[in-house]
């Protein structure tokens, strides 16, 4: 009985010797009232973890970095969402591009496009308006663009701001997102769809009027609801889409 008892105490001790296991990190979502949250868990169980970020008013996560615009400033953060850079910045909301690794490479606001480049935020020479953008190799920028009713895919280079070719985004409208090839995502009907560079189309039903796309991690775009209303997660995979709803605290 002692033996036993002696034994059942050591097997005890080990398990709370263990270390706790963490749930995977998944990325970062803005909530309706603009605190930055760490988004855990595995698809469709979802736990949130605040940053202790606030006052957000638009926020992208590549999965080993994050940008985020506050009213007065514009944040770089490392894969542990902490601030390891700030740049003044006018009020409202903006647009973020990583590159293939997932290091802050673009910045868009107040009309103007801006690079990351020699430690500061740099403009580059070419203004419009745009509703989503993505970086295309180490010179190049792709930039969706609204032209009166239409949106037009533009590929721009970041040196001089020209435009090196450009094409109408057919049956498009926004708000529209940019994966980091290049390929657009946007709403049609009831549909979220992915379209890549030759028009190859993926859908997944949602049934919802959308606010604003942001990337949420790797291979994920949080997507709200237009008028506040529900956070949803899009996981896109080489053969497919998927999409979940996002629980929210309570504000």
């Known amino acids: 009985m002692k033996k036993r008892l002696t034994a059942l105490f050591l097997s005890c001790a080990a398990a709370l010797a263990q270390p706790a296991i963490s749930p995977p990190s998944v990325g970062m979502v803005r909530d309706s009232g603009g605190s930055v949250q760490a988004v855990n868990g595995i698809a ?16 992208a996560f590549s999965g080993s970095a994050g940008m985020i615009k506050t009213d007065t400033e514009v944040l770089i953060l490392d894969a542990s969402y902490q601030v390891t850079a700030r740049y003044d910045a006018p009020g409202g ?11 802050p490479a673009l ?15 740099e403009a580059v020479n070419w203004s419009g308006d745009a509703v989503a953008i993505a970086l295309a190799g180490r010179h190049s920028a792709v930039v969706v663009v ?9 590929r721009l280079s970041l040196a001089g701001g020209e435009i090196e070719n450009e094409g109408l ?20 009907g009831n549909d979220v769809v992915v379209r890549d560079g030759t028009g190859a189309e993926r859908r997944v039903a949602a049934g919802i009027q959308v606010d604003y796309f942001e990337r949420m991690g790797n291979d994920w775009l949080a997507i709200r609801e237009s008028g506040g209303g529900r956070l949803f997660a899009l996981r896109v995979r080489p053969d497919g889409l998927d999409l979940y709803q996002v629980p929210e605290v309570s504000q």
């Not at 979802?46 to 926020?59: E, K, P, Q, R």
């Not at 909301?93 to 290091?103: I, K, Q, W």
């Not at 609204?146 to 533009?154: P, S, Y």
Request: glycine share 16%; net charge negative.
């Open 44 to 59: 469709g169980n979802f736990l949130l973890a605040d940053t202790g970020i606030s006052n957000a008013v638009s926020a």
């Open 93 to 103: 909301p903006a647009l973020f591009a990583f590159d293939g690794t997932g290091a």
């Open 107 to 121: 910045a868009y606001y107040a009309g103007t496009l801006y690079r990351l480049h020699g430690g500061g935020l």
């Open 146 to 154: 609204r032209r009166d009713d239409q949106l037009w895919k533009l």
């Open 169 to 188: 985004l057919a049956g498009v409208s926004g708000p529209a997102a940019l994966l980091s090839d290049g390929a657009v995502v946007y709403i049609d």
